[in-house]
């Protein structure tokens, strides 16, 4: 089960470092990186939406292509957040339950999850990184994704390792 986590955790990283190479080419600025490293998964999917619609490059069926991407985005972000963040209780064969609270009442929701069921989602989530690029891709071309780093690599050095700034 440790294991079937730890694909979750590293494809979640995954399509977080896609997502934010997706805004700022969106954006259309090497500087969007100073923005990007401080929004969470969910932000980057809203503010991705939201640009795409706006975006005058973008033809609206590339448009209509991201904002379908960027729901499964949305639905594997949701569904990963539940995993990773509820509380776990391990049940005999091959059966974790994670039990979610509220903050606004004291009902517990249960919810059991098979090691198959937890691998799927770590697919789930690798499966939307690889269509955002492709949809990325085909609403601006094979080049969209240099943008994102371009001022990590003039800096020498990642936005977010900026001590003191």
């Given at each position: 089960?440790?294991?079937?986590?730890?694909?979750?955790?590293?494809?979640a990283?995954?399509?977080?470092?896609?997502?934010?190479?997706?805004?700022?080419?969106?954006?259309?600025?090497k500087?969007?990186?100073?923005?990007?490293?401080?929004?969470t998964?969910?932000?980057l999917?809203?503010?991705?939406?939201?640009?795409?619609?706006?975006?005058?490059a973008i033809t609206?069926?590339?448009?209509?292509?991201?904002?379908?991407?960027l729901?499964?985005?949305?639905?594997?972000?949701?569904?990963?957040?539940?995993?990773?963040?509820?509380t776990?209780?391990?049940?005999?064969?091959?059966?974790?339950?994670?039990?979610?609270?509220?903050?606004t009442?004291h009902?517990?929701?249960?919810?059991?999850?098979?090691?198959?069921?937890?691998?799927?989602l770590?697919?789930?989530?690798?499966?939307?990184?690889?269509?955002?690029?492709?949809?990325?891709?085909?609403?601006?071309?094979?080049d969209w994704?240099?943008?994102?780093?371009?001022?990590?690599?003039?800096?020498?050095?990642d936005?977010?390792?900026d001590?003191?700034?």
């Amino acid at each position: 089960m440790q294991h079937a986590l730890g694909g979750i955790v590293l494809e979640a990283a995954y399509l977080e470092r896609v997502l934010r190479t997706a805004f700022s080419a969106l954006v259309g600025s090497k500087y969007a990186a100073v923005v990007d490293g401080r929004l969470t998964a969910a932000a980057l999917i809203e503010d991705c939406e939201r640009i795409a619609r706006y975006h005058t490059a973008i033809t609206q069926e590339a448009k209509e292509g991201i904002w379908r991407v960027l729901r499964a985005c949305h639905e594997a972000n949701r569904d990963r957040n539940r995993v990773i963040h509820d509380t776990w209780a391990t049940r005999p064969g091959s059966v974790t339950v994670t039990l979610r609270g509220s903050r606004t009442s004291h009902d517990v929701t249960v919810t059991a999850r098979t090691l198959a069921e937890v691998r799927q989602l770590a697919d789930q989530l690798a499966n939307a990184a690889h269509e955002l690029r492709a949809a990325m891709t085909t609403a601006l071309g094979p080049d969209w994704d240099r943008l994102e780093d371009q001022l990590r690599q003039e800096l020498g050095h990642d936005i977010g390792a900026d001590p003191g700034r």
